[in-house]
């Protein structure tokens, strides 16, 4: 146990001197970024398709053909789990690294909406976001904890049907958000993989584009993903919040021991 928490301090220093040294460093996170904040992941252990078949209650035309039963068996919950989540230390440390100047880009699987409650101003939502709801009308969005619950599916203003601002089964990625996506990850010279499983296309091969053009890719996961040891030049083992908070406060240190040259 000693040598492991040896090996990591070393790799949390070795990030951190890698990060504090780079021109242009964006992230990727996944669902266990916000795992620490409450919400559960979708996949896996735990996962909320292991209680429900998301083709029969998370695709877009489940949801067209009976928008009130998506509502009470998918979307309510989600509502209420989002409406109460709050950013962790992992979300806090990138919007630090933001405001330091390092960090320029997320690139987030994740629907909740709290990479910008922690204060990043520049988030690419493959998956959208759910923290907003969209007319299936007129197009207007409304924040999803301003939505009532009184009726379901709640309704706009113009008696329109709201569905949540996120990509569904059976819909596509938004192409300006793949587009620049791999515009950013091939012109980053730091990729920062965090909390995913890398199992997710298209989102999974943007560390290989990165990793192509000459990026480090650096992984913070629990567990090893198809990235460790062939995409990712080193993984840091462990929860998001912790080690992201760790990194953060030794890039500080050395930007202070920098100036203070």
């Known amino acids: 146990m000693k040598t ?11 990030a951190a001197k890698d990060i504090a040294g780079s021109n242009k460093v964006i992230a990727l996170t996944g669902a266990g970024v916000s795992v620490e904040s409450g919400i559960p992941p979708f996949r896996g252990e735990g996962g909320l398709w292991e209680k429900i078949d998301p083709m029969e209650f998370a695709h877009i035309d489940a949801f067209l053909r009976d928008p009130a039963k998506v509502w009470n068996i998918l979307i309510r919950e989600m509502k209420d789990i989002v409406d109460k989540a709050r950013p962790n230390d992992a979300h806090k440390g990138l919007s630090k690294l933001e405001k330091l100047g390092i960090l320029n880009v997320i690139i987030t699987q994740n629907v909740d909406g709290l990479h910008q409650m922690a204060g990043n101003s520049d988030v690419i939502e493959f998956h959208g976001n759910f923290a907003w709801q969209k007319c299936l009308d007129c197009g207007k969005k409304i924040e999803t904890f301003k939505i009532s619950l009184n009726e379901i599916p709640p309704k706009c203003s113009c008696g329109g049907i709201l569905r949540p601002d996120c ?16 515009k950013v990850s091939y012109e980053c010279d730091i990729m920062l993989v965090i909390g995913t499983s890398a199992l997710v296309q298209p989102a999974a091969y943007m560390p290989v584009i990165a ?21 990712s030049n080193y993984l840091i083992r ?24």
Do not use: C, W, Y
């Open 167 to 182: 990509v569904f089964f059976g819909e596509m990625i938004p192409p300006e958000h793949l587009m620049r996506s791999r």
């Open 4 to 14: 492991e928490n040896i090996i990591m301090e070393d790799l949390i220093k070795k």
């Open 211 to 231: 990793k192509e053009s000459g990026a480090i890719v650096i992984e913070i996961n629990p567990e090893s993903t198809p990235l460790t040891g062939s995409i």
């Open 238 to 261: 462990g929860n998001a919040g912790k080690i992201i908070k760790e990194i953060v406060a030794e890039v500080e240190r050395l930007m202070q021991s920098i100036k203070n040259v």
